[in-house]
């Protein structure tokens, strides 16, 4: 049964809802989440709600179960995303899609040719800042987990395949390399001199990975991978923390000031950085993708710092 529903939502359902108006497309991606979570992920719902439940132990139960409601049809809508962006042909098109606040101080950096690294978690739309970036000539690459052409997750056949489409639509909107987490990363710094890369930092692991370190997060200790704070130092970049927001009818991406990373140790800019997830995520905990790996941010590993 979920074999057959991801491959209508992914073959027949959102690529004819992306030939819509997306002032029609987007509430009919929402009405479809509820097929979506019946179908594909019926074990889902209670996960989230009871890792929310966790973390806002004093919400009311409906409050609950709207923040999970939402945050379905925000997967959803998203997802839909993959076949809207390529349709978006001109800047003003990409305008009304999505819109950048504090965007200018990181295009400054660029034009003065200093290195320029982004990050945030996984939130809302996360992926789209690019789209909006690099239509402004800021190219934006990244490091993926998917991508190598080896199913490593085990995922079905269908979410694998509409991963990898998404993938090389994405890098080509973006402009830059997507560069597949665990192979050699000296790359990396080189994509820095010519594009702004992106990692995020909540990135769970069910293993132990070296450079974790331990920040309050959501109540208990998180263990997030140091490797941003390392790159940026290591090749004195700027980090520009960023967030992209559902608001009404179009996405909002919005930049932090930026961190000076050689002016602050590693473990501070760890510290501010999971600081302002975990703000973000109180806000706004219905546009959180990960609660269901909370657990594994939680999870102390041998070794951890």
């Known amino acids: 049964m979920a074999h057959t529903a991801l491959k209508l939502r992914y073959q027949a359902i959102l690529p004819l809802l992306a030939r819509l108006p997306q002032q029609l497309a987007y509430p009919l991606a929402t009405r479809c989440a509820r097929y979506a979570e019946r179908s594909i992920h019926p074990a889902e719902r209670p996960a989230i709600r009871n890792q929310m439940a966790r973390v806002f132990n004093q919400s009311p139960e409906a409050q609950l179960d709207g923040w999970v409601s939402y945050h379905f049809g925000m997967v959803e809508r998203e997802y839909l995303d993959t076949w809207v962006f390529p349709r978006l042909k001109n800047l003003k098109a990409i305008d009304q899609f999505i819109r950048l606040e504090g965007f200018t101080p990181l295009q400054q950096a660029r034009a003065d040719g200093r290195r320029v690294m982004l990050t945030g978690g996984h939130f809302g739309h996360f992926w789209m800042a690019g789209i909006g970036m690099n239509a402004r000539g800021v190219s934006v690459g990244t490091l993926t987990r998917d991508g190598d052409h080896n199913n490593r997750h085990g995922l079905p056949e269908a979410e694998y395949q509409f991963r990898l ?3 090389a639509w994405l890098q080509q909107a973006l402009g830059g390399p997507f560069l597949v987490s665990g192979h050699h990363l000296r790359p990396i710094y080189r994509a820095l001199d010519q594009h702004v890369m992106a990692l995020l930092i909540d990135v769970p692991y069910d293993y132990p990975h070296p450079g974790l370190v331990g920040l309050p997060f959501l109540g208990k200790t998180g263990w997030f991978a140091d490797g941003i704070a390392r790159v940026a ?8 923390p960023y967030y992209v927001y559902e608001e009404g009818r179009q996405l ?8 000076e990373a050689a002016a602050m140790a590693e473990h501070d800019i760890m510290a501010q950085l999971v600081a302002q997830l975990e703000s973000e995520i109180l806000h706004h905990p219905e546009q959180w993708w990960l609660w269901q790996a909370l657990p594994l941010i939680w999870r102390e590993w041998p070794g951890s710092d």
Do not use: Y
């Open 252 to 259: 909002v991406a919005r930049f932090s000031p930026p961190i």
């Open 165 to 167: 489409k998404k993938l």
């Open 233 to 240: 130092k290591r090749t004195n970049a700027l980090i520009f």
